[in-house]
């Protein structure tokens, strides 16, 4: 188990041009179940999520929809907030790059690595694509299009500052080889792209825009958005950056290079320390599809909850979705796990055993099952961020208590010892479930009397008597 030290945990931020998908939903619930994970474990947390609101992308999309881009965005930004809220994200901070504290910060460090010598002006040509606000070499491009958003780039030539990410090159290399991007797929990624083309130095002003933050020294720039936007980390860091440097930024692969490349050689330049670990997700895909607007297959997280519940989403994306893979999401296989998993597995023992709990009582004893409780696996899976592991785990210790019973049959004895080795083992598994389905595991806490705390595991419970439970989970 980690050292009872800070864990600092970050989300990408999300560009606001449009409502909320279910990948955004993924990656938070994904953050969301590590930063309570260590919470559990008696760590001080600060977890960091928000909006990426300096991007050309808002302020073309404000411009379609006819609105103020300032109304435009906050108004979508209202649309994230509510995922939070209803997917039950603990979030210790929501950062918006429209706030004075990030602006003030982006500022400074742009300011500082002028200073320092590694921003210069030069003349820029080149392939720029819109979406991914960024430029493209011509070996990222797919029949002469952005493979992430099947579009022409557009070729810019334009006056502009550079900073000098080549002069990074060997010290990046070697952050990534010594394990800093996880998993291991995603580092190779990025070290084969550092064999097959040369590291360029990097554009990171855009001239004759309004909307974005001011070059302290030069107004007639703004600065980049992706220089901007990775500098949330820090302006959203707690009081005075106190939580830097971050242990886990959790990203989709698409953004990786932006995260394992550009974002620490801005971090080396500036001086400041460099995070612990890149965690790098795959995409999720619809019925086999990739997600697209044009296909509508989009889906909406915030209609989901309300058709389902959000720890049966939670759930569901977090066991389905190995981080290192791209997941697939279907109604069906949600219901399925919803049924067979949550409804029969889990919620069918804690029914059972407090139904038999209130008929027979239980008395005190030594609570062997709790041997067959892998906590070590357990605790290892999640300092790896192995979240789906874990709960295969967890779940196979439910397997075994629903066999438990079937094998004492204690609705034949009433074997009171018996129903409390249960209620115990029914303690261990919603304290460990807590940071995956939080407001169940509440539920359960507060039915059988205990208190969601680690140490609370191996503590034998101290209650004299049960109720029988509420159906936790209703079949779909």
């Known amino acids: 188990m980690a050292n009872k030290n800070k864990f600092y945990i970050t989300t990408a931020i999300d560009y606001v041009n449009a409502k909320p998908h279910i990948g955004h939903a993924y990656e938070k619930i994904l953050a969301d179940a590590l930063a309570r994970w260590h919470r559990l474990i008696g760590e001080k947390v600060w977890f960091l999520t928000g909006t990426d609101e300096n991007a050309q992308k808002n302020a073309q999309a404000a411009k379609e929809a006819g609105l103020p881009v300032k109304e435009f965005i906050d108004k979508n930004v209202s649309y994230f907030i509510e995922l939070c809220k209803v997917l039950n994200i603990s979030y ?8 004075e504290r990030h602006i003030k910060i982006s500022q400074k460090l742009f300011e500082n690595t002028y200073k320092k ?17 960024a430029y493209k070499t011509e070996k990222e491009l797919v029949e002469g299009k952005c493979p992430e958003h099947n579009q022409t780039p ?3 030539t334009e006056e502009a500052y550079f900073f000098k990410l080549s002069k990074y090159k060997d010290k990046i290399i070697k952050l990534i080889e010594n394990g800093f991007i996880l998993p291991k797929e995603r580092a190779n990624e990025i070290l084969s792209r550092f064999k097959e083309e040369e590291l360029k130095d990097l554009c990171v002003t855009r001239k004759g825009i309004e909307w974005g933050i001011d070059v302290p020294f030069d107004k007639e720039f703004k600065i980049y958005v992706w220089y901007d936007a990775l500098i949330n980390y820090i302006s959203g860091a707690g009081k005075n950056q ?10 989709g692969k698409g953004i990786n290079w932006f995260h394992s490349v550009i974002w620490p050689a801005i971090l080396l330049s500036t001086g ?3 995070p612990k670990n890149l965690l790098v997700h795959g995409y999720l895909t619809i019925n086999g599809q990739k997600m697209s607007k044009t296909l509508g297959n989009v889906i ?12 049966t989403l939670r759930y569901f994306l977090l066991r389905e979705m190995p981080v290192q893979n791209d997941g697939d999401f279907s ?13 029969n597995k889990l919620g069918n023992l804690i029914s059972r055993v407090s139904t038999l709990a209130e008929k027979f009582g239980i008395e005190k004893t030594e609570n062997k099952l709790l041997e067959k409780l892998k906590l070590k696996d357990i605790e290892k899976y999640l300092e790896n961020y192995e979240i789906d592991k874990a709960l295969n785990e967890i779940f196979a210790f439910i397997d075994y208590c629903n066999e438990y019973v079937q094998k004492t049959q204690p609705w034949k004895s009433g074997d009171k010892k018996i129903l409390y080795e249960l209620v115990d083992s029914i303690k261990a598994i919603a304290i460990l479930l807590w940071p995956f389905i939080p407001e169940t595991s509440e539920k359960i806490a507060k039915h059988f009397g205990f208190k969601i705390n680690y140490t609370g595991i191996k503590k034998p419970l101290a209650v004299k008597s049960i109720k029988k439970s509420d159906v936790l989970f209703g079949k779909i």
């Open 117 to 133: 010598g590694d921003i210069y002006k030069a003349t820029y040509r080149g392939l720029y694509c819109v979406g991914c606000e």
């Open 272 to 274: 400041y320390e460099l």
């Open 300 to 311: 909406d997280p915030i209609e989901l909850v309300k058709k389902y519940n959000a720890d």
């Open 242 to 251: 106190e939580y830097w440097p971050a242990q886990c930024h959790v990203i």
């Open 92 to 99: 210790d901070d929501f950062i918006r790059t429209t706030e």
């Open 331 to 343: 109604e069906t296989a949600l219901k399925e796990r919803h049924n067979n998993e949550l409804a």
């Open 154 to 156: 557009k070729e810019l």
